[in-house]
Structures are given as structure tokens and as C-alpha cells.
T-cell receptor, first 115, second 112 residues
Framework: DAGVTQSPTHLIKTRGQQVTLRCSPK?????VSWYQQALGQGPQFIFQ???????QRGNFPDRFSGHQFPNYSSELNVNALLLGDSALYLC??????????????FGQGTRLTVV | EDQVTQSPEALRLQEGESSSLNCSYT??????LFWYRQDPGKGPEFLFT???AGEEKEKERLKATLTKKESFLHITAPKPEDSATYLC?????????????FGSGTQLTVLP
């Protein structure tokens, strides 16, 4: 089992550009969540995808958007990049059980630097 | 609004010196409390999920406990390889809500 995989591992972009990050969930998982982690802080929830729809969204602007594909993989898109978007972007996958009890597993993250 | 506060922010221990990390939380109905370990530049590694007050879970030198207001991560006889940032997160018991709210973490350094 490859676990949660993210690509690319590192990325450098210029202010105003657009970026797409990718995530493949752990085998058997159907839900993908994205988090942003600034240096020295805990991860902040961006949004969650289940059944190819955005189910929940954190306090992030519309510049952040996403997509989930039929094979459960997901993309995070960020438009009009700002310097403050520089962070480690984490993907977490889980199985959406009816009880709500679940374990979320994270990928290694994508380090985005905006210059 | 859900809140998670971890203390201390940083902790230095000698190898073999046991200690505890604290996670205090405020959430309108707790579905689960999660502990993760994170090494520099890497994604968080899942350790435990606790679902109800009084529950305890153990893994090697780590033991997590849960009360109605806080959780403790006890580290017994730590080794240098236990050095990492330990993150605590809560999940609210509210309909379809599945997001995790994290604390800022405790950076643990274990000296040989």
C-alpha cells in the first residue's frame, strides 16, 4: 500500500501565477481533505471532497478551488498567488464511515514557495 | 468555534526522562481527538484516535489519554528518535462535519 501520495514535492511560483497540486488517497479511502500549514503552525483546513463534491470549506478565499476525480484522487488549485500562500500543502485521506469514526492519513506534502 | 491549545510549545528531555504533553480543547461535541507526529518537512504521521473520556491507547513508548477537556500524550523513557513535533487535533460531532482542527504542536527534543 503506497499510502497517500502528493505531487510535486516542491514548487516555486511567481506572484500572480496559478498552481495545481495533486493527491492520490490511500487505497480504500474515498474522502480527501486539503490543509495549509505555515511554518511553526498546525495545519489549517482548506476543504474536503467526497463523491466528487466539495462537502466542507474552511476560511479560505475563492482563489482556492479543488476537484475530486472518479478514482478518488484530487487536485488543489490556487489562482493569483500571493506571497502569503507560501506554505506546506497537505492532503489527507480517510474513509467516510456512517459512524463518523475515522482515521485520517496524510501525505508528505507539497512545499510551495511564492516569490 | 473549535479551539485546540497545546503545551508546552517546546520540550527538551534527556534520553530516558519521561514526560507528558498536554492538549486542551474546546469543541461543541467531540467526535474524536487525534494525535500525530510530524518530522521536519514531512506530513503528519497518524498515532492515535480517542473517542470518549477515559479512553487510553498505547503504542511503544507513547500512551494517549482523554478527559472531557484535555488529552495527554505520555512519553515513557524517550529515545532521540522520538524527537519530532507532536500535533493534536479535534473533530466535531456535527452532522457531516469531518474537518480536523489542529493545535500548533509541541516540539519535542530528546537529547542522548
Amino acid at each position: 500500500d503506497a499510502g497517500v501520495t502528493q505531487s510535486p514535492t516542491h514548487l516555486i511560483k511567481t506572484r500572480g501565477q496559478q498552481v495545481t497540486l495533486r493527491c492520490s488517497p490511500k487505497s480504500g479511502h474515498d474522502t480527501v481533505s486539503w490543509y495549509q500549514q505555515a511554518l511553526g503552525q498546525g495545519p489549517q483546513f482548506i476543504f474536503q471532497y467526497y463523491e466528487e463534491e466539495e462537502r466542507q470549506r474552511g476560511n479560505f478565499p475563492d482563489r482556492f478551488s479543488g476537484h475530486q476525480f472518479p478514482n478518488y484522487s484530487s487536485e488543489l488549485n490556487v489562482n493569483a498567488l500571493l506571497l502569503g500562500d507560501s506554505a506546506l500543502y497537505l492532503c489527507a485521506s480517510s474513509f467516510r464511515s456512517r459512524t463518523g469514526k475515522t482515521e485520517a492519513f496524510f501525505g508528505q506534502g507539497t512545499r510551495l514557495t511564492v516569490v | 468555534e473549535d479551539q485546540v491549545t497545546q503545551s508546552p510549545e517546546a520540550l527538551r528531555l534527556q534520553e530516558g526522562e519521561s514526560s507528558s504533553l498536554n492538549c486542551s480543547y474546546t469543541v461543541s461535541g467531540l467526535r474524536g481527538l487525534f494525535w500525530y507526529r510530524q518530522d521536519p518537512g514531512k506530513g503528519p504521521e497518524f498515532l492515535f484516535t480517542l473517542y470518549s473520556a477515559g479512553e487510553e491507547k498505547e503504542k511503544e513508548r507513547l500512551k494517549a489519554t482523554l478527559t472531557k477537556k484535555e488529552s495527554f500524550l505520555h512519553i515513557t523513557a524517550p529515545k532521540p528518535e522520538d524527537s519530532a513535533t507532536y500535533l493534536c487535533a479535534v473533530q466535531r460531532d456535527s452532522g457531516s462535519a469531518r474537518q480536523l482542527t489542529f493545535g500548533s504542536g509541541t516540539q519535542l527534543t530528546v537529547l542522548p
